[in-house]
């Protein structure tokens, strides 16, 4: 376990709007200031893999770029989005510090190509459907376009119909390839495509997170909001924003025993 800071990812799944997502990032930038932290705001500008037609996917590339700006400009915290095709990744690297390759689109190289050559750092979670072995294949693609600033994310593994299960070897295996490697643990309690539209347990969140915490991961990515069960997109399987503290307070306690 490195003494380094740990890295963290947290924010809400998709943006809805401006004053919302200020007063989010506000309140986990409150929460992560005095720890020993590299805190990213996460957020979706589109969810572009919903399940059903008619669920809400945010509000597009210009505007959600506006308000991740404008979380930027206003509280001086780095952002970091996904991105879901060649056409966005320019323009997304224009505000964004990392840019996220989406876990089904894990293995796109024109996608993944095009993100390294921006030069920002790229953070690539790994498919439900991959071995995390053949995410080596994955990074070759980033660090010979040029770009050795990668992080992998580990969100679970398919396990039969409409679950996921997270076998903690695949935290090892990644960190050997030398690159930093976050744990998803939000994503890793989703309950894919169940009855239309994703859900999980979030009861499930906290003991994945220790788990990952003392096998030695190097972040956390989380998604929160104030009250999830009213979230428009991810809600089941998000955490409480006023959940955040206690959850830092953990993770610091297991780092420093395992330290």
Known sequence: MSDDPMIYIAGPCVLEDTQTTLDLAAQLQTYTSNRNLQFYFKASYDKANRTSLGAYRGPGLE????MLAAVKQTLGLPVLTDVHSVAEVERAAQVVDVLQIPAFLCRQTDLL???????????????QFC???????VLDKIIDSGNNQVWLTERGSCFGYNNLVVDFRSLDIMRDFGVPVIFDATHAVQIPSSGGASSGNRAYVLPLARAAIAYGVDGLF???YPEPDAARCDGPNSIRLDSVPALLDTVAAIRNVVS
């Open 113 to 127: 190509v095009a993100a390294a050559q921006t030069g920002r750092i790229v953070n690539v979670k790994k498919g």
């Open 63 to 66: 505007e959600g770029l506006e």
């Open 222 to 224: 989380t998604e929160v």
């Open 131 to 137: 071995a995390p072995m053949d995410m080596r294949y």
